[in-house]
């Protein structure tokens, strides 16, 4: 008799998503007492921490080092088979970032610097075909918003 | 535990890239009928529902109007295509993106009809969906930060930690919002009360696979025996 009523109140769309948000809350609550254990085997190789910065390297703490077209910067791919040409365009920097750069020694920490070069190769090289899904994702919601925006779906006063 | 276990015969990779998609007996036989479904929705037609009045000959006829049709066809379409997609992958971040287009174009599915009860349903739905976009992708984030890669093909060789568990729980729990199964199933119901039945079916077809395929992955990340 009780199971049964938990069902039919289930069966009320405007209660679903309370129950939803419920069920995410202890999940979240509870996952303040799972251990933490990261992995620290795979991650980005970095310089030690301010090693950069004693250097007075302008581009500190983001210089990845290499020439463009010419020798590959430090990156690391989960399977650099098949991407040969990792790394060759890290360190292109546009003219004003070289222009910045030789004027001051916080080009690296500034809001127009860009980590690396202006091209962030773990994104758009070796992973771009993520790039693609989360904009069609985009897409497809603009899709779906300008449709019902424009065809005005929910005409309350008519029906 | 490996791939040949749960899924048969490995039959290949296609790389993208660190983005490697993979073929086993079980996962090809899924994208396959995934695609020939989507094309199938593609050429279909459209029924029309009557609703009779008891005691009168009042019968209201419901029809999906042309542009409704269309916007419809095309997002039945894009759903197939992501359902495919979703089959084959073997990243897991890819996944979570592909089970995130699936539930927008769920939504726009219906969004394009226009009847009261089942545009409320679809609302509560869209709610759900945009909730779970969370325990999805930090699902996702924590088996990255706990394991150090994505790539299922990859994971399978990483020993099991709690935190992965964890953050395969959350990755359930957004798959299960993201397609509303049970207990949640409610909104979902209330959405199939309306005519254009191929494009109702994609919506229950790709949240089957989808849950399938979830499972699997579970499988692959925890390694239960």
């Given at each position: 008799?009780r199971?049964?009523?938990?069902?039919n109140?289930?069966?009320?769309?405007?209660?679903?998503?309370?129950?939803?948000?419920?069920?995410?809350?202890?999940?979240?609550?509870?996952?303040?007492i799972?251990?933490?254990?990261?992995?620290?085997?795979?991650?980005?190789?970095?310089?030690?921490?301010q090693?950069?910065?004693?250097?007075?390297?302008?581009?500190a703490?983001?210089?990845?080092?290499?020439?463009?077209?010419?020798?590959?910067?430090?990156?690391k791919?989960?399977?650099?088979?098949?991407?040969?040409?990792?790394?060759?365009?890290?360190?292109?920097?546009?003219?004003?970032?070289?222009?910045?750069?030789?004027?001051?020694?916080?080009?690296?920490?500034?809001?127009?610097?860009?980590p690396?070069?202006?091209?962030?190769?773990?994104?758009?090289?070796?992973?771009?075909?993520?790039?693609?899904?989360?904009?069609?994702?985009?897409?497809?919601?603009?899709?779906?918003?300008?449709?019902?925006?424009?065809?005005?779906?929910?005409?309350?006063?008519?029906? | 535990?490996?791939?040949?276990?749960?899924?048969?015969?490995?039959?290949?990779?296609?790389?993208?890239?660190?983005?490697?998609?993979?073929?086993?007996?079980?996962?090809?036989?899924?994208?396959?009928?995934?695609?020939?479904?989507?094309?199938i929705?593609a050429?279909?037609?459209?029924?029309?529902?009557?609703?009779?009045?008891?005691?009168?000959?009042?019968?209201?006829?419901?029809?999906v109007?042309?542009?409704?049709?269309?916007?419809?066809?095309?997002?039945?379409?894009?759903?197939?295509?992501?359902?495919?997609?979703?089959?084959?992958?073997?990243?897991?971040?890819?996944?979570?993106?592909?089970?995130?287009?699936?539930?927008?174009?769920?939504?726009?599915?219906?969004?394009?009809?226009?009847?009261?009860?089942?545009?409320?349903?679809?609302?509560?739905?869209?709610?759900?969906?945009?909730?779970?976009?969370?325990?999805?992708?930090?699902g996702?984030?924590?088996?990255?930060?706990?394991?150090?890669?994505?790539?299922?093909l990859?994971?399978?060789?990483?020993?099991?930690?709690?935190?992965?568990?964890?953050?395969?729980?959350?990755?359930?729990?957004?798959?299960?919002?993201?397609?509303?199964?049970?207990?949640?199933?409610?909104?979902?119901?209330?959405?199939?009360?309306?005519?254009?039945?191929?494009?109702?079916?994609?919506?229950?077809?790709?949240?089957?696979?989808?849950?399938?395929?979830?499972?699997e992955?579970?499988?692959?990340?925890?390694k239960?025996f």
């Amino acid at each position: 008799m009780r199971l049964g009523r938990i069902w039919n109140k289930l069966a009320t769309p405007k209660r679903i998503p309370r129950v939803f948000s419920v069920i995410l809350a202890i999940v979240l609550l509870a996952g303040f007492i799972v251990p933490l254990t990261y992995n620290d085997q795979q991650l980005y190789p970095r310089p030690a921490p301010q090693l950069q910065i004693s250097e007075q390297d302008p581009l500190a703490p983001y210089d990845r080092g290499g020439v463009p077209l010419k020798e590959p910067g430090i990156v690391k791919a989960q399977y650099p088979q098949y991407a040969p040409m990792e790394g060759m365009v890290t360190g292109y920097l546009s003219p004003i970032a070289i222009l910045v750069g030789n004027t001051t020694l916080y080009f690296g920490t500034s809001i127009y610097s860009s980590p690396g070069g202006l091209i962030d190769e773990i994104l758009y090289y070796s992973r771009g075909f993520d790039t693609v899904l989360e904009s069609t994702i985009l897409m497809m919601a603009f899709v779906i918003a300008s449709w019902v925006a424009l065809h005005f779906t929910m005409r309350r006063r008519e029906d | 535990m490996d791939f040949t276990t749960l899924g048969g015969q490995f039959l290949g990779t296609i790389p993208l890239g660190d983005i490697v998609l993979y073929f086993t007996t079980f996962n090809l036989f899924m994208f396959v009928s995934a695609l020939v479904f989507t094309a199938i929705i593609a050429m279909s037609k459209t029924e029309s529902q009557i609703e009779a009045d008891f005691g009168t000959l009042k019968d209201k006829e419901k029809k999906v109007s042309k542009a409704e049709f269309k916007i419809r066809r095309f997002l039945a379409i894009i759903c197939g295509l992501a359902t495919a997609g979703a089959m084959i992958t073997g990243d897991v971040f890819d996944y979570t993106l592909f089970v995130a287009l699936i539930g927008i174009v769920n939504i726009g599915i219906v969004a394009a009809v226009k009847e009261i009860d089942v545009l409320e349903a679809a609302f509560q739905y869209g709610i759900i969906a945009m909730i779970a976009s969370l325990p999805l992708f930090a699902g996702a984030a924590f088996i990255l930060a706990s394991s150090g890669t994505i790539s299922l093909l990859e994971i399978i060789n990483i020993p099991t930690t709690t935190m992965m568990f964890f953050g395969s729980i959350l990755l359930f729990i957004g798959v299960a919002g993201e397609t509303g199964v049970a207990p949640f199933f409610a909104t979902k119901a209330e959405l199939f009360r309306t005519a254009g039945s191929p494009f109702l079916v994609i919506i229950h077809l790709s949240s089957l696979l989808i849950i399938v395929r979830t499972i699997e992955i579970l499988l692959i990340i925890n390694k239960p025996f």
